[in-house]
């Protein structure tokens, strides 16, 4: 094998899934970072040896997730060697980089994770997907992703709101000056709003 040893990948693997969980979609830096997470063998390793080192069947999963998916694989002996077969029926698993999960499930207000067509219902109750913590994890992340939206919205109409004004004939030098004053202060708002919120969403 031309691999090296699957745990050298780690952190491309990490990069790869942009920190986050692929099955609950926890943020490393909401879950006691980095070394609350692990290399999950996609297909587990102890029903496909030869890809036990194969960095394309490696993926970021946190501990809980790993430990619950253990070695479970019900397309076992299904797919006859097309990788791409990943669930049978309603049971088994979606491959998070060659299919969409937002086709499979949603995500509600509340942080659940609904499911929409197989095998979502099978992951979501054996992976424990709705568990208090990574619930309110991801209801906390939606609500600053409104927020966040809310203040995009607030903030172009401001600005074209001020844009209005300068366009009144009638308005003194100082007037515009203070408008202009004004909607650099409130850019500068914007821009301090947006550092915080990737931050806070871990988008970086």
Same mark, same amino acid.
């Given at each position: 094998s031309s691999f090296r040893k699957y745990h050298e990948y780690r952190q491309e693997?990490?990069?790869?899934?942009?920190?986050?969980?692929?099955?609950?979609?926890?943020?490393?830096?909401?879950? #006691? %970072?980095?070394?609350?997470m692990t290399l999950d063998h996609f297909r587990p390793k102890d029903k496909y040896k030869h890809l036990t080192h194969d960095p394309s069947n490696l993926v970021w999963a946190c501990h809980i997730c790993n430990q619950l998916k253990g070695n479970l694989w @019900?397309?076992? %002996?299904?797919?006859?060697?097309?990788?791409?077969?990943?669930? =049978?029926?309603?049971? #088994?698993? =979606?491959? @998070?980089? &060659?299919?969409?999960i937002a086709d499979?499930?949603?995500? &509600? @207000? !509340?942080? +659940?994770? $609904?499911?929409? $067509? !197989? @095998?979502?219902?099978?992951? =979501? &109750?054996?992976?424990?997907?709705?568990?208090?913590?990574?619930? $309110?994890?991801?209801?906390?992340?939606?609500? $600053?992703?409104?927020?966040? +939206?809310?203040?995009?919205?607030?903030?172009?109409?401001?600005v074209r709101s001020i844009d209005s004004f300068l366009q009144n004939p009638l308005l003194s030098e100082e007037e515009k000056k203070q408008l202009l004053v004004d909607k650099e202060r409130l850019k500068q708002q914007y821009k301090l709003m947006l550092e915080n919120s990737e931050q806070d969403l871990n988008l970086h």
């Amino acid at each position: 094998s031309s691999f090296r040893k699957y745990h050298e990948y780690r952190q491309e693997i990490r990069e790869d899934c942009c920190g986050r969980c692929v099955y609950c979609d926890a943020h490393e830096n909401e879950i #006691g %970072g980095v070394e609350s997470m692990t290399l999950d063998h996609f297909r587990p390793k102890d029903k496909y040896k030869h890809l036990t080192h194969d960095p394309s069947n490696l993926v970021w999963a946190c501990h809980i997730c790993n430990q619950l998916k253990g070695n479970l694989w @019900p397309a076992y %002996g299904h797919d006859n060697g097309h990788y791409e077969v990943t669930f =049978i029926n309603e049971k #088994g698993f =979606i491959d @998070p980089f &060659s299919e969409d999960i937002a086709d499979f499930m949603e995500l &509600s @207000p !509340d942080g +659940q994770l $609904k499911a929409l $067509k !197989d @095998p979502a219902l099978y992951i =979501i &109750s054996f992976l424990k997907l709705n568990r208090i913590g990574v619930r $309110k994890i991801r209801e906390n992340r939606r609500n $600053k992703y409104e927020r966040r +939206q809310e203040y995009e919205i607030y903030y172009a109409q401001a600005v074209r709101s001020i844009d209005s004004f300068l366009q009144n004939p009638l308005l003194s030098e100082e007037e515009k000056k203070q408008l202009l004053v004004d909607k650099e202060r409130l850019k500068q708002q914007y821009k301090l709003m947006l550092e915080n919120s990737e931050q806070d969403l871990n988008l970086h």
